[in-house]
Nanobody
């Protein structure tokens, strides 16, 4: 199995930055694509960003494009989400996800492994 553990969430003012990390352990060789999703209170989980195994391909939701950057360090089995110019509407629990297939995906049902989430709160 694969375990994913997120860290780096917290409280930040609008316009500020945070960097989330997701450390993978276990059968990590089975993961090709990594992604980030988020879920705000009373809303459905939504796609944020995804990255291929090599890091050469990335995919972002329109709402975060130009503000967030996803990256990965395979030597450390870790994926990152750098979040800049944060807005109050970015407030949510952020989840890391892993996918066995090689195709980037933006729907949660396509991902096989999930972390427990980390809270990000952006104050106005």
């Amino acid at each position: 199995q694969v375990q994913l553990v997120e860290s780096g969430g917290g409280l930040v003012q609008a316009g500020g930055s945070l960097r989330l990390s997701c450390a993978a352990s276990g059968r990590t060789f089975s993961i090709y694509v990594m992604g980030w999703f988020r879920q705000a209170p009373g809303k459905e989980r939504e796609f944020v960003a995804a990255i291929s195994w090599s890091g050469g391909s990335t995919y972002y939701a329109d709402s975060v494009k130009g503000r967030f950057t996803i990256s990965r360090d395979n030597a450390k089995n870790t994926v990152y989400l750098q979040m800049n110019s944060l807005k109050p509407e970015d407030t949510a629990v952020y989840f890391c996800a892993g996918k066995r297939g090689v195709t980037l995906a933006s729907t949660s049902k396509d991902y096989d492994y999930w972390g427990q989430g980390t809270q990000v709160t952006v104050s106005s």
